[in-house]
């Protein structure tokens, strides 16, 4: 699959946007890429598996989920069109990704190899910058999570989604554009114990919820920004 058909997505992504069409043609016309298509579901990057590309999301979402021994599964970040993936990992004497990366919709990725990546940097300050700044992003996402999940009760991790929407969709009433399968993943908790700690704030007057929404009831449970 050609990259010409991709080069409008790419200019608009953080790595690439200083890049003209003509210098990305350049670019990808004397170096190997891939374009790889996958459906709904499919597993993109195992657990474990070695990492040799940056990969660029061209079409789609795509979650980074965990999975323990006993089948919880804890969805740690979400990524969509211009997202990348893998650059904390490329250059690291580790280069394993310690979670599965999977398609969240029908998704395209482009993927880098390390040397066009290596290349990339050594030839452009613009690009080196901003992939440095992406891998500080990346860690700052896996830590500000891991520290979430560490300390929050259930009901404090409610809380603060329902704080986070509260104010993005500036309505008591929290519309849920995900499953509570994929809310419970989100905030790192079993669907049963969601459920089981929804029910308790439904009791003490602090929420109602059905399958589609959650309404906020008691608002000190809000912070003020």
Known sequence: MSIK?????LRLTELFSGFSTEELLNLFKAQNYIISKYNKGCIIHFESEKCNYLDIILKGQVFIQK???????LT????????N??????????PYYPMSVIAKSDTEILHIPKDFVLQ???????FLVKFLTCISDKTAILTSKIKSISM????ES??????YEYYTQKSKEIKLNMTK?????????????????????KKDGLIDYDAHSITICDFDIIRKP
């Open 85 to 94: 993936i893998g650059g904390n990992l490329l250059f690291s004497k580790y």
């Open 67 to 73: 999975i323990d021994e006993k089948g919880n599964v």
């Open 5 to 9: 058909n991709h080069l409008s997505i």
């Open 120 to 126: 990339l940097c050594q030839t452009s300050q613009d």
């Open 181 to 201: 399968k994929e809310l419970a993943e989100r905030l790192g908790i079993q669907r049963t114990s969601l459920s089981r700690e929804l029910n308790k704030m």
């Open 158 to 163: 409610i809380i603060e989604f329902l704080n």
């Open 152 to 155: 929050k009760s259930i009901r």
């Open 76 to 83: 740690v970040a979400e990524f969509k069109i211009g997202d």
